[in-house]
């Protein structure tokens, strides 16, 4: 099956500092993949859908300028977290749907294995 | 809106007994809805989807999901479970653009 990968896969940092996630998708081209937010036994809350050539498209609560996401290639979408705090400390999760764009409804997405971000 | 609710957040079976993890969805038009796994500090896992076709949906590692929809589930189940079964398994339906609304998760833990 088609593989998604995440760098770093843990991260811990600073107030203040902005810190950069990568996510891939290896063996297989994705013009979409999406962000979700996961805190401690809870669910995936979507952050934003990234789209390669374009703008992300942010869910609502979703602060922009604090979430930057750029979408550069067809393997490569990076998420980062501008001047972190305490408080965006979570497990951030990137997917990449299967399949050619038009059965994306049909398909499951691929997710990377995580990216466990601590600011202290 | 699409949304999944899953009633359960935790399901406890012993080793070798079923087991059924809860979903009911609520959505407009066809619904398109998915299982996932999660295992500790992991990304998530792909067990099975329903889009169309037979009710009974049969997954990875053995389990399988039965869409019903005058009751609006989609339950997960599995014939005999395994202690390596235990883990977060997520509902999920598919919204606009080919987003995932996921519901709350429920933990399974299967003892031996």
Same mark, same amino acid.
């Given at each position: 099956?088609?593989?998604?990968?995440?760098?770093?896969?843990?991260?811990?940092? !600073?107030?203040?500092?902005?810190? !950069?996630?990568?996510?891939?998708?290896?063996?297989?081209?994705?013009?979409?993949?999406?962000?979700?937010?996961?805190?401690? !036994?809870?669910?995936?809350?979507?952050?934003?859908?990234?789209?390669?050539?374009?703008?992300?498209?942010?869910?609502?609560?979703?602060? !922009?300028?604090?979430?930057?996401?750029?979408?550069?290639?067809?393997?490569?979408?990076?998420?980062?977290?501008?001047?972190?705090?305490?408080?965006?400390?979570?497990?951030?999760?990137?997917?990449?749907?299967?399949?050619?764009?038009?059965?994306?409804?049909?398909?499951?997405?691929?997710?990377?294995?995580?990216?466990?971000?601590?600011?202290? | 809106?699409?949304?999944?609710?899953?009633?359960?957040?935790? %399901?406890?079976?012993?080793?070798?007994?079923?087991?059924?993890?809860?979903?009911?969805? *609520?959505?407009?038009?066809?619904?398109?809805?998915?299982?996932?796994?999660?295992?500790?500090?992991?990304?998530?896992?792909?067990?099975?989807?329903?889009?169309?076709? $037979?009710?009974? %949906?049969?997954? +990875?590692?053995?389990?399988?999901?039965?869409?019903?929809? +005058?009751?609006?589930?989609?339950?997960?189940?599995?014939? *005999?479970?395994? %202690? +390596? $079964?235990?883990?977060?398994?997520?509902?999920?339906?598919? $919204?606009?653009?080919?987003?995932?609304?996921?519901?709350?998760?429920?933990?399974? *833990?299967?003892?031996?």
């Amino acid at each position: 099956g088609a593989v998604v990968s995440q760098h770093p896969s843990r991260v811990i940092c !600073k107030s203040g500092t902005s810190v !950069k996630i990568e996510c891939r998708s290896l063996d297989f081209q994705a013009t979409t993949m999406f962000w979700y937010r996961q805190f401690p !036994k809870q669910s995936l809350m979507l952050m934003a859908t990234s789209n390669e050539g374009s703008k992300a498209t942010y869910e609502q609560g979703v602060e !922009k300028d604090k979430f930057l996401i750029n979408h550069a290639s067809l393997t490569l979408s990076t998420l980062t977290v501008t001047s972190a705090h305490p408080e965006d400390s979570s497990f951030y999760i990137c997917s990449a749907p299967g399949g050619a764009s038009g059965s994306w409804s049909y398909n499951e997405q691929f997710f990377g294995p995580g990216t466990r971000l601590t600011v202290l | 809106a699409q949304s999944v609710a899953q009633p359960e957040d935790q %399901v406890n079976v012993a080793e070798g007994n079923p087991l059924t993890v809860k979903c009911t969805y *609520s959505v407009s038009g066809n619904p398109y809805l998915f299982w996932y796994v999660q295992y500790p500090n992991r990304g998530l896992q792909f067990l099975l989807k329903y889009i169309t076709g $037979d009710n009974l %949906v049969k997954g +990875s590692y053995g389990f399988e999901a039965e869409f019903n929809k +005058s009751q609006t589930s989609f339950h997960l189940k599995k014939p *005999s479970a395994l %202690v +390596s $079964d235990s883990a977060l398994y997520f509902c999920a339906v598919r $919204d606009t653009g080919g987003k995932l609304i996921f519901g709350q998760g429920t933990e399974l *833990s299967v003892k031996p």
